[in-house]
């Protein structure tokens, strides 16, 4: 059984990122413009379509008052500092992170609202988790200040849910791959920069080595499974911590191969930086029997559909990439 969005509002925060931009859309398309407001940390871009608030994810009082105004009952929480910027500031991305998230679960339980998504990553694993086919539970022994966050916020979760009803559901997304909003730095982030520079056959230059293995999505598979698990009967949500969810899994060797067979000719090159350090320490392949087996989730999109789907929709929509806040922005 689903139980779909049928009344009331829904409050995206952290709207303008690389899920977000395409979130909003989707949410728009599915139950209507009026139904989703759009916020943000940034003020609102020149030229933004529909609903927006300027609102900060660490402000309880202002979240509770838009809750209130607006007559929220969903609300997604993307607001967050991710891996590669995370390193560079460790205690900010702590902060961001965490608080972030307890605003909203403070929000909804003082507020009585109920439905949160709130997203984790594959970046709660660590070396000490099984590389392949890494299991929805095991040794999880995160390296990254983003990836502790991530792991400590699947407990808040939890616990909230637990402790005081909220449902609170989540996903462990893996590296994400999108032409509507541009990442801008972070450790899956080539997987998408790859695509901009065989546009317009510039060399490229990976960050990353050629066989370092990781678990990615496209992104119209992320949103898909996003809306998919809001939907699905809470009965059947078993995992309030946060759900293993697979796409694919390559290498940059992979990608660049698949993308010459569409542009021939492509020249990239090799020169890992510190993200290297951080791709070694996370599953190259994700085990997500549990989303399977809990709320039907398969994905679509295996590596050529996603290739040729990046190229089409890029040559096609130029306009589509808007600009990415900073370093970072990609898991
Ligand atoms: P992003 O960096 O592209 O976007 C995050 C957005 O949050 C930005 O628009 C930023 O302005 C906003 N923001 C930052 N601080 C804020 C604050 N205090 N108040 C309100 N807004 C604030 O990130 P994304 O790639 O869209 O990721 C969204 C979520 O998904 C994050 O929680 C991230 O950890 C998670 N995730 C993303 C990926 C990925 O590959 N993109 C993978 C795994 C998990």
């Known amino acids: 059984m689903q139980s779909k969005e049928t009344s009331g509002t829904i409050l995206v925060i952290g709207a303008l990122g690389q899920i977000g931009s395409d979130l909003v859309v989707e949410l728009r398309r599915r139950y209507g413009p009026d139904r989703v407001i759009a916020a943000d940390i940034r003020p609102q871009p020149a030229h933004y379509q529909g609903q927006y608030l300027q609102l900060d994810a660490l402000d309880l009082p202002a979240q509770l008052e838009v809750i209130r105004a607006h007559h929220i009952t969903t609300?997604?929480?993307?607001?967050?500092?991710?891996s590669a910027r995370?390193?560079?500031?460790?205690?900010?991305?702590?902060?961001?992170?965490m608080d972030g998230l307890l605003v909203t679960l403070e929000a909804m339980r003082i507020t009585g609202i109920n439905r949160l998504f709130w997203p984790s990553s594959i970046a709660v694993f660590g070396p000490g988790s099984?590389?392949?086919?890494?299991?929805?539970?095991?040794?999880?022994?995160?390296?990254?200040?983003?990836?502790?966050?991530?792991?400590?916020?699947?407990?808040?979760?939890?616990?909230?849910?637990?402790?005081?009803?909220?449902?609170?559901?989540?996903?462990?997304y893996p590296g994400l791959i999108s032409y509507r909003a541009k990442p801008g730095g972070g450790t899956t982030d080539y997987a998408v920069d790859i695509f901009h520079h065989a546009l317009r056959q510039d060399p490229y230059t990976c960050f990353l080595r050629e066989d370092t293995l990781l678990p990615m999505m496209y992104m119209p598979d992320a949103i898909r499974a996003t809306i998919d698990l809001m939907e699905a009967d809470p009965a059947s949500i078993r995992v309030r911590s946060s759900y293993n969810l697979a796409g694919m899994s390559f290498t940059p060797g992979e990608i660049f191969a698949e993308i010459r067979k569409l542009v021939p000719g492509l020249q990239t090159s090799f020169a890992p930086d510190f993200r290297q350090a951080i791709a070694d320490s996370w599953p190259g392949s994700i085990d997500d029997s549990a989303a399977r087996t809990d709320w039907g989730w398969e994905p679509s999109y295996d590596l050529a559909a996603m290739v040729a789907d990046m190229l089409a929709q890029l040559e096609a929509n130029q306009s589509f990439v808007v600009p990415a806040m900073g370093p970072g922005s990609s898991n």
């Open 75 to 82: 609300i997604y929480n993307l607001a967050a500092i991710l």
């Open 86 to 97: 995370g390193e560079q500031d460790p205690l900010n991305a702590w902060r961001i992170n």
């Open 130 to 172: 099984p590389k392949l086919h890494t299991p929805q539970d095991s040794v999880m022994d995160p390296s990254t200040v983003y990836g502790i966050s991530k792991l400590a916020g699947e407990r808040w979760c939890a616990y909230y849910h637990e402790k005081y009803g909220v449902d609170v559901r989540s996903l462990r």
